[in-house]
């Protein structure tokens, strides 16, 4: 089945610099990858998905790249502001379904002011 | 429109006791899933209804069960309580079960066994 790990565990940055969160997988068939931040008590939020057709995503701050051939794909937030820290978990897997959908252990995001 | 609901928030039991979680989801969906959260596990995949019809089933015990009712809310049970299983259990909810639905999560119940 799918593994999905996840780098860094924990992450710290000066406010309006940029962060990037590495995850890579094990299950070649994977062609979906969604990203999602969950503020402290908070529920998870999808914030960026991208599939196998591409291999990069923007929306505004952040974007998501994509290596099918190396089986890893990144997080990055441009211009990080305090509202940006969170737990924010990278998933991978089929996406024909959630039930074959694997999340990474999560990166603990600070922006420091 | 009203979001995911799980009631109850918070929850402490003892070990070798039994209890039930329910998730509410969003009107119109018939997907539900139920996910462990424990620290620095990520979201384990406990199981998915669609349809009431349990779709698939995580790598858990057999202590951990679920059901889906007509009008798609469901609940999950735990028996035999372990202290390994103090977790936040969150559900979500989709459309459908196919990922071009977004799938939205509720806010958690947090189980603690003492």
């Known amino acids: 089945g799918e593994n999905v790990e996840q780098h860094p565990s924990t992450l710290s940055v000066q406010e309006g610099d940029s962060a990037v969160i590495k995850c890579t997988y094990s299950?070649?068939?994977?062609?979906?990858f969604p990203w999602y931040k969950q503020e402290l008590g908070k529920r998870p939020q999808l914030i960026i998905d991208?599939?196998?057709?591409?291999g990069e995503k923007k929306d505004q701050r952040i974007a998501v790249t994509l290596n099918k051939t190396a089986k890893h794909f990144s997080l990055h937030i441009t211009e990080t502001q305090p509202e940006d820290s969170a737990v924010y978990f990278c998933?991978?897997?089929?996406?024909?379904?959630?039930?074959?959908?694997?999340f990474g252990p999560g990166t603990s995001l600070s922006v420091i002011p | 429109k009203a979001g995911v609901t799980q009631t109850p928030r918070y929850l402490i039991k003892t070990r070798g006791q039994q209890v039930t979680l329910s998730c509410s989801p969003i009107?119109?969906?018939?997907?539900v899933s139920w996910y462990q959260q424990t620290p620095g596990q990520g979201l384990q995949f406990l199981f998915e209804?669609?349809?009431?019809?349990?779709?698939n089933k995580g790598n858990f015990p057999g202590r951990f069960s679920g059901r889906q009712f007509s009008n798609s809310r469901s609940e999950m049970n735990v028996s035999t309580l372990e202290l390994g299983d103090s977790a936040l259990y969150l559900c979500?909810?989709?459309?459908?079960?196919?990922?071009?639905?977004?799938?939205?999560f509720g806010p958690g119940t947090r189980l603690t066994v003492t």
């Open positions: 979500a909810s989709s459309l459908g079960r196919d990922t071009n639905y977004e799938q939205y």
């Open positions: 299950d070649s068939a994977s062609n979906y």
């Open positions: 991208i599939r196998s057709n591409v």
């Open positions: 998933a991978a897997g089929q996406k024909t379904s959630y039930d074959k959908v694997i």
């Open positions: 009107s119109g969906h018939r997907s």
């Open positions: 209804y669609f349809s009431e019809t349990q779709r």
